[in-house]
């Protein structure tokens, strides 16, 4: 273990470097999903002329590469999101493990938990990245057993996206031109039937049918909403098959089975469903807030009055499904000390444009860029602003994904195949507990 002298002593030297001074080549791997967009983007580094996050963390890449003076270079591999963690898992085997990788928070214990991670808490303090700048959930989603893991970039959750025309033609406006939302379960169907009987659109849209689960995560918040704990702190109990459960499972069949939502959507159907106007309120993530916005601005789209909203509170508690992307240097004891001060040098330029990622529509970690005019000044962040304070996840625990994914099937059955929700539920418990077990 190097000392703490000298480790300091090299980032001093690197970041004197970074602004002028001899430099030295270098290339470090950069391990990510969110698409290949080359040929839009392949030469931007004017990252205001970027857009969504294939486009965003591109040309942060290709800035980054055109500007440093330590002679860095950051050499991109774009991986399937279906097949990331699978493949990032693999390279600890071939020895080809990258220098930088994205990582989401509910992913990050599967990798910590077996010191497949470099700690980072000294290493971004000796930057002057200052955690303390991070929002509480960010920093959390980030540490493990008192150890900073990953430089937190985001909290991206669940909303409402919302198609204002057909809401005011529903007649669920406000007379401050704002969206009429459901306060309680009985609210929600009402207002569905309303818009339905009013436009002959469909009230709800959501990815139905494929393992994105976007139901799986409006189950989540209902459950929390309810004061309910998914999964127990210490992850060895579900509370899945409970009074609760089976209220906002009830809840979510009724969307369907009243014809509230078109069960035959996959993740794109639903999305293009949403903006050729045949969905009044589409079920996504702050992800998609910057595209829907831009195609609503286009003229080209039948959505043409767009507006964003936090997930209603319908039930005791306000709570919505989040989760978080962040970057991590995975652990590799062969990586140059070159190679780890370059990472850190891109780690630092993230964290210094964490702006421009939220451009995307994801929500800053950063206490002092959601406090920015810079910030405020973005499309429709006023309309979500509570969701940093209501993000709620999954505990920090191993095999957290495997959890999701085991709901998923179950979940989904009950508009699929018309499956009982009391029996989607026991499937869903047993499906779960399963998995808890491999944590024990």
Known sequence: MMK???????ATALMTTLWGGAAQAVDISFFRFFGDCKTEYGDVTDVSKANGECGIITALTNKFNAENTIGAKVVTQTVDWGTYYDLLTATYSTGNIPDVAVMHASVMPNFSDRDLLTPLGKPLADLGIKTDDFVPAAL???????????????????LFHINMDLMKTAGLVNGDGSPILPKSPEELVAQGKKFKKATGKYYLGSESQSSE?????????????????????????????????????????????????????????SEQAFLNGETGILLNGTWAVDNYDAQAKSGKAALKTYRVANVPQIYAKPAVWADSHMWVIPKDDGR????????????????DNNFEWSRTGHLSVRQSVLGSEEFKSLPHRAEFAETTSNATALPQIQNQRAVYNAMITDFNAMWLTST?????????????????????
Do not use: C
């Open 4 to 10: 703490t002298s000298k480790r300091l002593a090299l």
């Open 140 to 158: 959390k989603n980030a540490t493990a057993k008192e150890e900073v893991y990953a430089l937190p970039y985001d909290l991206h959750a669940l």
């Open 213 to 269: 689960g976007m139901m799986i995560r409006f189950f989540d918040s209902l459950m929390w909403q309810q004061g309910v704990d998914v999964i127990s702190p210490d992850g060895k109990t579900a509370s899945i098959n409970t009074a609760e459960g089976l209220k906002a499972a009830k809840l979510i069949s009724t969307i369907y089975s009243d014809g509230l939502a078109n069960s035959a959507l996959d993740y794109p159907g």
């Open 336 to 351: 140059s000390e070159e190679k780890t001060q370059a990472a850190l040098a891109f780690l630092k330029f993230l964290n």
């Open 420 to 440: 009982d929700p009391q029996a989607a539920l026991d499937a869903m418990q047993s499906g779960v507990e399963r998995v808890l077990r491999r944590n024990r």
